[in-house]
Structures are given as structure tokens and as C-alpha cells.
């Protein structure tokens, strides 16, 4: 099985930065995109970012500029960097990825279980 463990989230000020950790474990073969979505109170899940295995990434347009994701694919982990936090980041953010865990099946999208955001303004 395959576990996704984020970490990172926390209370802070607007215009404050938080860094998100995500670390990938159990008997995976090979991970092709990794991504954090985030979803507020009343609002659907929705894409922050992501990055596919060679290292291109793709962000929503309302954190362009704010947020920088990376990942470490020796590791099996991924990062997010949130910088100029506003109070409508407010959310939980869950990491996922897309998991081989034989070249017999194809990939399979895996989620962590989310952590916490909040940004007071």
C-alpha cells in the first residue's frame, strides 16, 4: 500500500510564508505527477499546484508568483513554498501523486489526508 504524509500547515499572518511537506512511502515503483490541491469551507477541492516527474509545473493563477512546489523525486517527496499568504489561501491542503507499483499496472492516484492552512488577516 502506499501512504502519502504531509506536513507543514499552521496558523500565520497574511503576507507570511509557510512551507507544506509531502513524503511518499510503501512499495511504489515509480511516481509520475505530484500535485496539492486545496479545499476551503463551502468550496470545492481545487488544483494549487503541480509537478510532473521531469520537473514541470503548472500553477492556479491565483498563486502564481506566491507559491513555488518542487520535488525530490530520490525521496519520493514534494514541497510546497507559500510566500504572500492572504486569508483566501485559508484551507486544508492534501498532497497527491500518481503511483506505479509494477510496470505490469498502470498508475493509480494516491491522497495524503490534508493539513491545515489558516492565514489571519
Known amino acids: 500500500q502506499v501512504q502519502l504524509v504531509e506536513s507543514g500547515g499552521g496558523l500565520v499572518q497574511a503576507g507570511g510564508s509557510l512551507r507544506l511537506s509531502c513524503a511518499a512511502s510503501?512499495?511504489?515503483?515509480?511516481?509520475?505527477?505530484m500535485g496539492w490541491y486545496r479545499q476551503a469551507p463551502g468550496k470545492q477541492r481545487e488544483l494549487v499546484a503541480a509537478?510532473?516527474?521531469?520537473?514541470?509545473?503548472n500553477y492556479a493563477d491565483s498563486v502564481k508568483g506566491r507559491f513555488t512546489i518542487s520535488r525530490d523525486n530520490a525521496k519520493k517527496s514534494v514541497t510546497l513554498e507559500m510566500n504572500s499568504l492572504k486569508a483566501e489561501d485559508t484551507a486544508v491542503y492534501y498532497c497527491?501523486?500518481?503511483?506505479?507499483?509494477?510496470?505490469?499496472?498502470?498508475?493509480?492516484?494516491?491522497w495524503g489526508q490534508g493539513t491545515q492552512v489558516t492565514v489571519s488577516s
Open positions: 510503501g512499495s511504489i515503483f515509480s511516481i509520475n505527477a
Open positions: 497527491n501523486a500518481r503511483v506505479r507499483l509494477s510496470t505490469i499496472y498502470g498508475p493509480r492516484l494516491y
Open positions: 509537478i510532473a516527474s521531469g520537473g514541470i509545473a
